[in-house]
C-alpha cells in the first residue's frame, strides 16, 4: 500500500510541475528545457529550512514557492527577448548551472553532499497522509491555474502567445504577460519541489538532472499542450506505464533504460500523429 | 520615409479631420500601410511629425504607447487564430480587472465580464458575425477575418481608427455592413483612417480623399479627387463613377 501511495504523491508532484511547464510553453507559446532546475530550487529552500533551520514543514512550502517565484522571475529577466528555441537553450543551460550551484555550495548536512532527515509534520510521515497532504496542494494548483487560464488574463496569456504584434497594437505588453506567466510557473515549480522532497530520503543535485527537464517535456507533449487534463493525463498515464513496466518481468537493471526508450517511442508517435497531444489545445503550427 | 535606400515616399503632408472619415488610397506599394505602421509607432519616420491632439506622435515609442487613442487594423488581418471569434473582440477591451491574476476572483473582474460579453456579442451581431462567435477565429473565412479585426480594433474605445483594407476580400454583399458600421462609429464621434481600394466604399463613407503615390497627389472630396486629372492617370486608369 505505501508503494501506491508512493506512486500517486509521485503523480501529483509531476503534474503540478507538467501544470507549470504548460503555462510557459502551451499558454504562453514560450519554450523551457530546465524546469527541473526551479523544482530544485523548490527542494533545496524547502529542505533547507526544515532540516538546517528547524521549520515548520508546512511553513516551508509557500516560502520555497516564493523563493523561486523570484529565481524564476530574476533568471527570465535577461532572457525576455530570446525567441523561443533560444530561450530554451538558454534555460537548458539555466538547469545546469543551478544544480552545479547547488552541486558546489548548496546547503547540506554535515559530513554529506546532500541533505536528508526531513522533520516532516505527523499526518505526512505516513504514506497515506503525505498523500492526502500532497493530494490537495495539487488540486489546489489545478484549480488555481484553471482559473487562471479561463479569466481574461489567461485569455491575452493565449493572444500573446497567437500574435503578440496584434496584442501590442491594443495596448497590452507582451512581455508583461510572459514576465507574469514564467514567474507563477516558477512558483508552482517550487511548490512541486517542496513536495517532492518530502518522497525523497535524500536530497542531492544530481537528482534534479537537467534530463528530468525532458520528461516533463514529453508528458505535456503526450498529455496536451494548453490544456489542464493534459497537464494531468500525461504525467498520470505516462508514470503508471513506467512503473508497471517494473512489473513485466523486465530486469531492473534494464527496465529504466527501456521505459526511457519507450518514452521517446511514444513522443515520436505523438508528434507525428497528433502533434497537441492526447487533449491538447495547441500547436506551434498555429 | 524609406528603407534600405528605397525611398517609399516623401514630403507627405494631410490632414485627417477629427470625427471625419477620411480615406487613404494609391497604388500598391505606394506606402499606405507603411503610413499605418508609422503613424502606430511600429517603425519611426525617417523625418518629420505626426501631430495628433497637440502631441507629436512620431517616435514615441511602442505601438503599445499609443494604443489608448488610436487602434488599427493590419492588412494581412493578425487575428488570434486559437481563440474564438469572441474571445478576440473580448481581448481588445481596456482595464479589465480580471487581466490582473490578481484580480480575477473578484466581483468587479465578473460585472467586467459580463458587461463585456454583451458588448462584444452586439458588436459581432452589427457585421453579421454573431453565429460564429464560438468558432475558431482561423476557422472562418478571410473576408469575416477582416471584419473580426475591424470589431475588435473598435472594442479598444479608441477615438482614432486606422483600418487598412478593411473590405479586401470581402463578399460583396457584405460592404454594405461595413459602410454602415463605419457610418455609425463617425456618428459616435470616432476619427477614422480608411486605407482603400474599393471605391464603393470610399464614394459611399468617405468625407474626404487623400490619394498617395510617392507623395499626396491629390486631397480633397471623393467627386474632387476622383475627377483629378494626375489621379486619373496614375491610379484610377478611368474617370469613376458610383
Known sequence: ?286 | MHFDGLVVFRDVTFGVPAGKITALIGPNGAGKSTLINMTCGVFPPAGGTIHKDGRDLAGLGSPRALASSLARTFQNVRVFPTLSVIENVLVAFPGQPGDDPLRIFGRAAKRAEERNREHAALLLERVGLANDAGRRADEIPFGSQKLLALVRATATGADTLLLDETTTGLEISRVPLVLDFLRALRAEGRTILLVEHNMDVVTGVADSVVVLHGTVIAEGTPQQVLHDEQVIRDYLGRIYSA
Open chain 1, 1 to 286: 500500500m505505501d508503494y501506491f501511495f508512493f506512486v500517486l504523491s509521485v503523480i501529483c508532484v509531476w503534474t503540478i510541475l507538467s501544470l507549470a511547464a504548460n503555462l510557459v510553453i502551451g499558454y504562453s507559446g514560450m519554450m523551457t528545457l530546465g524546469h527541473v532546475g526551479y523544482l530544485a530550487i523548490g527542494a533545496y529552500t524547502a529542505a533547507t529550512l526544515n532540516i538546517l533551520g528547524h521549520v515548520n514543514f508546512y511553513l516551508t512550502i509557500p516560502i520555497a514557492m516564493l523563493v523561486t517565484a523570484v529565481v524564476a522571475l530574476l533568471t527570465l529577466l535577461p532572457l525576455l527577448r530570446l525567441d523561443a528555441f533560444y530561450l530554451g537553450l538558454a534555460t537548458l543551460g539555466l538547469n545546469i548551472v543551478i544544480t552545479d550551484v547547488l552541486q558546489n555550495i548548496g546547503p547540506r548536512n554535515p559530513g554529506a553532499e546532500g541533505l536528508y532527515g526531513l522533520n516532516l509534520p505527523a499526518l505526512m510521515t505516513i504514506g497515506g497522509g503525505r498523500l492526502a497532504v500532497i493530494a490537495l496542494l495539487t488540486a489546489i494548483a489545478v484549480f488555481l491555474v484553471w482559473q487562471l487560464v479561463r479569466s481574461p488574463f489567461g485569455r491575452s496569456l493565449r493572444a500573446m502567445r497567437d500574435a503578440p504584434d496584434a496584442i501590442e497594437s491594443l495596448g497590452k505588453s507582451a512581455q508583461r504577460y510572459r514576465l507574469i506567466a514564467w514567474t507563477i510557473s516558477g512558483g508552482l515549480a517550487g511548490l512541486a519541489g517542496a513536495l517532492y522532497c518530502t518522497t525523497l530520503s535524500y536530497i542531492d543535485p544530481t537528482i534534479f538532472n537537467f534530463l528530468f527537464s525532458f520528461n516533463v517535456l514529453v508528458y505535456i507533449g503526450f498529455g496536451g499542450l494548453a490544456s489542464i487534463a493534459g497537464s494531468i493525463l500525461g504525467p498520470t498515464i505516462l508514470i503508471v506505464f513506467g512503473e508497471a513496466l517494473r512489473f513485466g518481468g523486465l530486469p531492473s537493471e534494464i527496465s529504466g533504460p527501456v521505459q526511457q526508450a519507450l518514452y521517446a517511442l511514444l513522443l515520436i508517435l505523438v508528434m507525428m500523429f497528433r502533434r497537441q497531444g492526447l487533449v491538447g489545445r495547441f500547436d506551434f503550427r498555429d
